[in-house]
C-alpha cells in the first residue's frame, strides 16, 4: 500500500537509505496488513487457515464454519482471525487417565505450525485442557453442560439495559446499541428473543438525532429481556428431541405441526 506522497532520498541518512540512492524518490510502505484495512480481517483469516490446515488441522470433519452444523465427531477445531478453539469430547475415564486423543495433535501441531511461519505465541492468554473455559465471548462449563455468554458479561448487559430504561427517553442510535447488546446471550437460547417485538416496530418510526420518549410496553419488554438474559444458558447434554415441532406466532390465530426427525439427522 502506497500513499500518493513521494520523498526525496535527500531527506533521509545513509543508514536509512540502506541500499537506496539518495537522488531517487523515496515511498513508504507497509509491509503488514494494517489495521482497519477493509481486507486485512479476510487475508488474515485466510492466512490463518492455511497455516493449520498445512499442519494436518481443520480437517473438513472437525473445522466449525459459520452457520453451518458442527462437527459430528468428538474433536472440533474453529479458527477465527487470531483464536484456535480446539474442543473434545471425552469420558471420565479418558479424562482420569490423562489420555492422549485427537486434540493433543492439533495442539502441538498449530504450535508447530506458529513457531515455523515465526507467529508469536501469547503465552498468557493460551488455555489448555480445561474444563470450563471462555472461547469467542461464550463460557463453557464442561462438566455441567451449560454454554452460554460469560456471565461477567450479562450481568454488564443487565446493568447497561436497566440505566437505559430508567432513562425513558432515547434516540434510534442508543436503542440500537441496546438491543445488539442482548444478541449474543440471547443467541444461546434464541426461543427468548420472542419477548422483543414491540421495540422493533416502534424502532422503525424513530428518526436518527431525535430523541423520543420510550413507552411504557418498550420498557417492560426490555426489562423482561435482561431478566431472560440470566436464562441464557444451553444445555449441550440434553436429551434430542426426535420430532420437529413448529408453531404459528402470528397474535391472532394458532397452528403447529409435528413431523419426525430422520435417524440420519439424530
Known sequence: MLPARPWSGHLFT??????????????????????????????????HEAMLEQAGCMRPHER??????????????GTY???????????????????V???????????????????????DK???????????GTQVRGRRGLVGSSLDKRFQIAVLVFQFVCLRVADVG????????????????????????????WKSGLYPGKVSKVPGDIRDELSIATLFVALCDINIRAPVE?????????????????????????
Open 14 to 47: 545513509n543508514e536509512e537509505l540502506s541500499d537506496l540512492s539518495p537522488d531517487g524518490t523515496c515511498y513508504f510502505s507497509l509491509t503488514v496488513m494494517g489495521m482497519g484495512g477493509k481486507n486485512s480481517m479476510d487475508v488474515a483469516q485466510a492466512v
Open 64 to 77: 466449525m464454519d459459520h452457520k453451518r452444523p458442527p462437527p459430528m465427531g468428538r474433536t472440533w477445531e
Open 81 to 99: 482471525a487470531d483464536d484456535h478453539v480446539v474442543v473434545q469430547r471425552l469420558t471420565v475415564e479418558e479424562l482420569r487417565s490423562e489420555a
Open 101 to 123: 486423543l485427537r486434540d493433543n495433535e492439533i495442539t502441538d501441531a498449530s504450535v508447530e505450525s506458529y513457531l515455523r511461519h515465526g507467529a508469536v505465541l501469547e503465552l
Open 126 to 136: 493460551r488455555i489448555r485442557f480445561r474444563e470450563n473455559f471462555v472461547a469467542w
Open 174 to 201: 442508543i436503542l440500537d446499541r441496546v438491543l445488539g447488546s442482548l444478541v449474543h446471550p440471547l443467541q444461546h437460547r434464541t426461543e427468548l428473543s420472542s419477548v422483543l417485538h414491540r421495540v422493533y416496530k
Open 242 to 266: 426426535k420430532a420437529i415441532r413448529t408453531t404459528d406466532a402470528t397474535p391472532s390465530g394458532f397452528g403447529a405441526t409435528v413431523a419426525p426427525c430422520p435417524p440420519r439427522v439424530l
